[in-house]
């Protein structure tokens, strides 16, 4: 099956300061990726789409300014969470599609990436 | 986003017994598929199922798909403890990947 890997896994930043993640598909193309975050015990709530050389569509209630993304390639999607706060300690969690055609079926499951967990102090 | 709604929201289970759990979603879609969480980690994809199917196994899971009620069951049989985990459907409407999730179900079986 296709890979995403995300990076870091971990990270404990100090409030005030902007963190980073990245999200690579290894051996497909993804025009499209998605941003997810999960609280503790809570379920995944997807915060944007990813839109290679283009804007992100950011869902309702997230802030763009605070969570940036870049989908600067076929293969990398980042995520900046900007002036991080105690409140916006999660797990975030990436995913993506293969592109049509390129698997041949449509109807695919989305990869995921394994996931950060990001800890502000 | 709109979440679908999974009951029960835990279960707890004596190895060997089967585990049902049920999710309910809101709009039509081209597929649904469930995912196991064990706890801090990832996602680990189960199965998908198109919304022209009505069943799919893999294993000891089974999977079934009622669109007209928009519902899913996902049924784990001969439990494991290793099959203690938070388990979640989520749901694809435009077929690109975007998945919209539901509570989960958290699943705890005792050997």
């Known amino acids: 099956g296709a890979v995403v890997s995300q990076h870091p896994s971990r990270v404990i930043c100090k409030s005030g300061t902007s963190v980073k993640i990245e999200c690579r598909s290894l051996d497909f193309q993804a025009t499209t990726m998605f941003w997810y975050r999960q609280f503790p015990k809570q379920s995944l709530m997807l915060m944007a789409t990813?839109?290679?050389?283009?804007?992100?569509?950011?869902e309702q209630g997230v802030e763009k300014d605070k969570f940036l993304i870049n989908h600067a390639s076929l293969t990398l999607s980042t995520l900046t969470v900007t002036s991080a706060h105690p409140e916006d300690s999660s797990f975030y969690i990436c995913s993506a599609q293969p592109r049509a055609g390129v698997w041949g079926n449509m109807n695919t499951e989305a990869f995921f990436g394994q996931g950060t967990r990001l800890t502000v102090v | 986003s709109q979440q679908g709604e999974e009951d029960p929201q835990a279960l707890s289970i004596q190895e060997g017994e089967n585990a049902t759990m049920n999710c309910s979603y809101k709009?039509?879609?081209?597929?649904l598929q469930w995912y196991r969480q064990n706890s801090g980690r990832g996602l680990v994809h189960l199965i998908l199922?198109?919304?022209?199917?009505r069943e799919k196994h893999s294993g000891r899971l089974r999977v079934t798909l009622d669109t007209s009620k928009k519902s899913s069951s996902l049924l784990i049989t001969a439990s494991r403890a290793a099959d203690t985990a938070s388990y979640f459907c989520a749901t694809d409407a435009s077929n690109t990947g975007k998945l919209i999730f539901g509570q989960g179900t958290t699943l705890q079986v005792k050997p």
């Open positions: 199922i198109r919304s022209n199917e």
């Open positions: 709009t039509s879609i081209n597929n």
């Open positions: 990813s839109n290679e050389g283009s804007k992100a569509t950011y």
